[in-house]
């Protein structure tokens, strides 16, 4: 296929194969070349493969003749290609699986597939440095937290709550310095509370509730930033730390 746009002036851009055009604005007053990223691009096909009902239509315009980044839902970031940096498909009832071609958007910062109907396991990112919330709450997952989340050393919100997630909270979880919103209540976590978690200094929402978690609550958190804790119905010792956050 092939198109070309025209401004005003004339300039002619061309489509190559590799390159897509976007145009702003009525009457395309504002024309450029935008390439896009092959890798990005098939991640996100092969997201789209993944999703076996989509009541809503929330992925129909996720097709080839539009470039990803007008896609509904994706965020993208100009990095001499424009790349994708965000995912964002809230509340769309989809069902299906989250593939682990998602691992190939190497520049993900923002993934909020939370409130759907989504099944099977946590899929490995790789947004690494970039990734900042992942927000996968209110859905059908099961297995493991796994452990590759406890890399995305930069991550300050995550959200997992309301799931089937089993297994531990992993330990290295106390490695995530930057942790702001660390929410898992309503699981079937089990094994105790690693010590770490209590010692990140940035922490200001903390729900481990419903759970089978056990343990003990350290007498005196030590996280000056905290506004909710959430630690009820799980297995854990009576006793209650000693801080004014709400319950
Ligand atoms: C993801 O990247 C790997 C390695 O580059 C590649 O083998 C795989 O086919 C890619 N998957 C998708 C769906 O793009
Ligand atoms: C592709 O997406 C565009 C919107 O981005 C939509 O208007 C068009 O109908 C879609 N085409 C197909 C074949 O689904
Ligand atoms: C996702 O989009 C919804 C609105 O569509 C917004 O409320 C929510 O904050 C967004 N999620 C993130 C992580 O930005
Ligand atoms: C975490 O990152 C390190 C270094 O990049 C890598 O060797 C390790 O396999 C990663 N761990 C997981 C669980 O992905
Ligand atoms: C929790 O785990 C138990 C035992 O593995 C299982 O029987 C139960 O169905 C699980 N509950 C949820 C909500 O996943
Ligand atoms: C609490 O944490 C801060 C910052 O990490 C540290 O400077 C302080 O010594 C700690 N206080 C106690 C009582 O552990």
Not at 89 to 111: K, R
Not at 124 to 140: E, S, V
Not at 178 to 192: D, M, Q
């Amino acid at each position: 296929m092939g198109f070309m746009c025209a401004k005003p002036h004339a300039k002619l851009y061309m489509l190559l194969s590799a390159s897509l055009l976007l145009c702003y604005g009525v009457g395309n007053t504002y024309c450029s070349t935008v390439h896009e990223n092959s890798g990005d691009l098939h991640s996100l096909l092969d997201f789209k493969r993944g999703i076996i009902s989509d009541p809503n239509g929330a992925l129909s315009s996720w097709n080839t003749s539009t470039h990803y980044c007008r896609w509904r839902g994706v965020i993208c970031i100009r990095k001499g290609p424009w790349r994708v940096s965000g995912l964002n498909l809230t509340s769309q009832s989809i069902v299906g699986e989250i593939t682990s071609s998602l691992a190939n958007l190497t520049l993900l910062s923002t993934f909020d597939l939370s409130s759907n109907l989504l099944v099977g396991y946590i899929p490995p990112l790789n947004g690494h440095q970039q990734l900042d919330t992942i927000y996968l709450n209110d859905n059908l997952l099961e297995g493991t937290i796994p452990d590759a989340l406890t890399n995305y050393s930069n991550l300050r919100k995550l959200d997992l709550s309301r799931n089937h997630l089993s297994g531990a909270i992993p330990p290295k979880i106390g490695s995530l310095s930057n942790l702001e919103i660390f929410v898992i209540s309503r699981n079937n976590l089990t094994g105790s509370i690693p010590e770490e978690l209590w010692r990140l200094p940035n922490m200001v929402d903390l729900k481990l509730n419903q759970n089978r978690l056990i343990g003990k609550i350290p007498q005196s958190i030590n996280m000056s930033r905290l506004q909710v804790l959430g630690v009820a119905f799980n297995n854990l010792g009576k006793a209650l730390p000693s801080l004014g956050s709400s319950f």
